[in-house]
């Protein structure tokens, strides 16, 4: 199919095999490199979905629970002071209302306030946010900014803010620095070798190619988030492997995994947001809840992955080209995961 309006790469999967992939527009414009597949490509809140099955696998092994005071985690850390004095995290955060986006904890880059990640860092350059705690300054300024502190608990309000905590305590429950531990807990054992958290400034392993993205002004974004993804953002993938995460994390085809019962809570309707519901960390159609699916969006990025329990099918978007939009794949391609 030839595409007026596309620039990304697409894949519909059942299970991990391939039903069609394809893609249209340029991965590098400098060297005039075509979009492909097999490419890597960033993922903005699409990560949300790679922190939530992370932060299961930690409560799997029995390091943590669901209903853990996240503040003392972070408090009897081997490195506290890090963290600062935390006045602004309550006591009542745990790791199930971060991941369901009922905790209260603000959202630092609030895209009803703001569409400029720039605009947020108020001038500090993005290659200084590197890890999670070095966010939550800009969390409790939004938390100073509140007519009412925590106003939002046990209400579903997106936050950003909410998943860099869960990077933060992940690592100190782990020992592990975030990035690494998504790569050894989930990226590693569910196959997906082109996924990672690679740096703007440094190339990325060897045999990934880590597709540019561009924004409206035909500008790339490299400059418009931050220099490494995190836990609520930035981590790069591509179709063939969003596949294999559905497919390993599906606890209906992996009933004897540690983390089976978590996931099925996690794909569990449990908030209504707008005409969908969200679980843990996942997003479940409103139509069908037979559906998951998690979605991105950043300067240069739209990220979606959807996939059908019953048909065990997925289909993945990721378009890097802000002047471009994804209308003509999921008109043609989200039928065939339907069943």
């Known amino acids: 199919m030839d595409f007026r309006h596309f620039g990304g790469v697409f894949g519909v999967y059942e299970r991990t095999a391939p039903l069609t992939t394809g893609g249209a527009g340029l991965a590098d414009r400098n060297f005039t490199i075509p979009n492909d597949p097999s490419f890597s490509y960033q993922t903005a809140s699409g990560t949300k979905g790679f922190t939530a099955a992370a932060v299961l696998a930690l409560i799997a092994e029995g390091k943590a629970g669901l209903d853990d005071c996240v503040k003392r ?35 630092y880059y609030d895209e009803d306030l703001t569409d400029s990640f720039e605009d ?18 800009l969390t409790e300024k939004a938390w100073k900014k509140q007519e009412k502190s925590y106003s ?15 990077a933060a305590a992940a690592e100190a429950v782990s020992g592990e620095p975030f990035g690494e531990y998504v790569t050894r807990h989930v990226f590693r054992p569910y196959g997906m070798n082109r996924s990672g958290f690679f740096r703007f400034d440094e190339q990325p392993p060897d045999g990934i190619v880590r597709a540019a993205a561009y924004q409206g002004n035909g500008k790339s974004n490299i400059y418009a988030v931050p220099v490494i993804g995190g ?45 969908n519901f969200y679980g843990l960390g996942f997003w479940i159609s409103g139509k069908n809840p037979r559906i998951v699916f998690l979605e991105g969006f950043d300067p240069g990025v739209q990220f979606f992955s959807f996939y059908n329990r019953d048909t065990k099918r997925s289909l993945t978007i990721c378009l890097n080209d802000e002047n471009m939009n994804c209308d003509e794949v999921f008109e ?8």
């Open 73 to 107: 985690i972070l408090a009897e850390s081997h490195e506290p002071q890090k963290y600062g004095k935390l006045e602004w995290l309550d006591e009542m955060v745990t790791f199930r209302s971060l991941l369901s986006h009922t905790s209260g904890v603000p959202d």
């Open 152 to 166: 939002f608990r046990d209400v579903f309000k997106y936050s950003n803010g909410g998943f860099v905590l869960l």
């Open 231 to 275: 836990g609520d953002g930035g981590a790069y993938t591509n179709p063939a492997d969003m596949a294999r995460f559905w497919n390993a994390l599906d606890p209906e085809i992996n009933p004897q995994s540690p983390a089976a019962g978590l996931v099925e809570e996690a794909w569990t309707p449990r908030q209504k947001a707008e005409e």
């Open 120 to 137: 947020v860092l108020n001038g500090t350059p993005c290659y200084h946010y590197e890890k999670p705690e070095q966010f939550f300054p």
């Open 332 to 339: 043609q391609y989200f039928p065939m995961i339907q069943g």
